[in-house]
């Protein structure tokens, strides 16, 4: 059985496989962007991975333009982007599609009908959490903010 952590993603820093080193961890996985009106999750997002990776959670964001061109930018503009603004530290992915004939492999297993959480993204800033496993148990919405009491109740259940 394939899982998130069997993926290769390119990191927005050039290194070959982020996903790998983050195999046995919770993850919350998001399509993100820099121009979206649901950018300002990046602040919740940094939060929440400060205030639980030693729990063996992560974050992973994965820059994506297909969505009103709202991130249109190089690998560097983006990661001083995230770093200046938002003191984003968790990892990021090189920039790739989330739908469509060059939807990266990652995003087809995602939405698979077989893992429960089938369809095209919607949106910027949707989420998938991960189990340690490499499962998905959830997938939320873009206006889903980290500080929601569902999302953090499903996350407290999974931690």
């Known amino acids: 059985m394939t899982t998130f952590y069997d993926f ?16 046995g961890k919770v993850t919350l996985a998001v399509n993100v962007a820099s121009k979206c009106g649901y ?3 990046y602040a919740g997002l940094e939060e929440l991975y ?18 009103g061109a709202q991130e249109p ?3 560097s503009e983006i990661q001083s982007f ?4 938002y003191g984003v530290s968790f990892p990021l992915a090189a920039k790739i599609d989330v739908n469509g004939t060059h939807q990266h492999a990652l995003y ?23 189990d340690r496993d490499g499962r998905v148990i959830c997938r939320y919405p873009s206006g889903t903010k980290p500080t929601d009491p569902t999302f953090l109740q499903d996350l407290a259940d999974v931690l």
Do not use: H
């Open 8 to 23: 290769s993603v390119q990191g927005l820093d050039g290194r070959e496989n982020i996903l790998a080193a983050l195999r």
């Open 39 to 41: 950018t300002p999750q």
């Open 50 to 67: 400060q205030e639980l990776k030693e729990q063996n959670f992560t974050v992973v964001g994965f820059p994506c333009n297909q969505f």
């Open 73 to 75: 930018g190089s690998a």
């Open 82 to 85: 995230c770093s200046l603004t």
């Open 108 to 130: 087809a297993w995602l939405t698979a009908k077989e893992n429960g959480f089938p369809g095209n993204i919607g949106w910027n800033f949707e989420k998938f959490l991960i």
